[in-house]
């Protein structure tokens, strides 16, 4: 039986929630974050995140990058994904989506026991699609805005809904529970959680996320709205194609079948329109045609000039003879 204590620092986290959705006019949105009103207090957070990055992550991944090979960091990400197939089968069943919850534990079980623990992705080489979630997604589908951006300490971009998800998913989440109730020396549990950092860290690297921020004018902005846009695809499930999951409560995206085609479009070829009458004389390119035009009548010739033209290949006319005096 879990203590009220427990209880009771589980569920406050949903009902602040609640409580914001329940002042929200369209819920599961990002409005609020996308104006920032915590800018000054999320830069300042930012600041403190980008020095110890610079200091300590940031160089930590470097080394493992230069020590594992890729196959052994594409291991290693495997295996944290699939550590993260149970909670994202929780919060499948918490959206109503039991088809996306099924492919989380057919990979779950197909990569634990084929993928030696989660080190190979066998379960996408037999066509089964992730299906990631977390419980700031199920509680955008549940009507919950995302209230104000937020820059985390050491965990960078989230939002005040997204927040509060990664809070209860430290005491809801099997593997964390796991990790945190296994009876193994203090260092192993945080040893794990470096390891997580790291690979993720590297993992941004991969992706070109470094590149991202050293290119843009304002990082700490380039960094909000790639965050915000990112979690709207996820919540929207665009990694199944557009939307086959539930939709945002505040309705639902245009799909492509409302779009009229473009002018040429080569599925809606263009109507015949009238024959127009063919020109007696040929231009050129035109192929010969089996029946030639009717005959035209030929001109009369013109007379012909007694001095000749310049070119003219006709003998000049023969001289007269002048009269004998």
């Known amino acids: 039986m879990i203590p009220r204590r427990i209880a009771a620092r589980l569920l406050s986290p949903f009902a602040g929630a609640f409580l914001l959705g329940a002042c929200a006019t369209v819920p599961g949105q990002y409005r609020l974050a996308e104006r920032d009103p915590l800018e000054k207090v999320n830069r300042g957070v930012w600041n403190v995140n980008t020095a110890a990055d610079k200091a300590v992550i940031k160089p930590a991944a470097q080394a493992y990058r230069a020590v594992a090979p890729r196959p052994v ?134 992706s070109g996320g470094d590149a991202f921020l050293q290119t843009s004018l304002d990082p700490y902005a380039a960094a909000r709205s790639a965050y915000l846009q990112r979690r709207m695809a996820d919540i929207l499930n665009q990694d199944d194609g557009g939307g086959t999951g539930t939709e945002l409560p505040g309705g639902p995206m245009p799909s492509a079948a409302g779009v009229p085609a473009p002018i040429g479009d080569a599925a809606a070829p263009p109507a015949p329109g009238p024959t127009l009458p063919s020109s007696a004389a040929p231009l050129p390119g035109d192929e010969p045609s089996a029946t030639p035009p009717a005959a035209q009548p030929s001109a009369a010739p013109l007379p012909q000039s007694a001095a000749p033209l310049p070119g003219d290949d006709s003998p000049p006319p023969a001289p007269t003879e002048r009269p004998k005096p």
């Open 73 to 206: 960091r594409q291991g290693v990400t495997n295996l944290f994904a699939n550590l993260a197939e149970p909670w994202s089968f929780m919060n499948n069943v918490l959206q109503g989506k039991p088809k996306r919850a099924a492919r989380n534990l057919e990979r779950f079980v197909v990569n634990s026991t084929i993928g030696i623990g989660g080190l190979f992705d066998q379960a996408s080489r037999m066509k089964i699609r992730p299906a990631p979630e977390d419980l700031g997604q199920t509680m955008a589908v549940w009507g919950v805005n995302g209230g104000p951006y937020l820059v985390l300490p050491l965990l960078g971009p989230s939002s005040l809904r997204d927040g509060i998800g990664s809070g209860v998913a430290a005491y809801a989440d099997p593997v964390k529970v796991a990790v945190n109730q296994a009876n193994i020396d203090i260092w192993y549990k945080r040893g794990f959680l470096a390891a997580q950092i790291i690979s993720a860290r590297s993992d941004l690297t991969e």
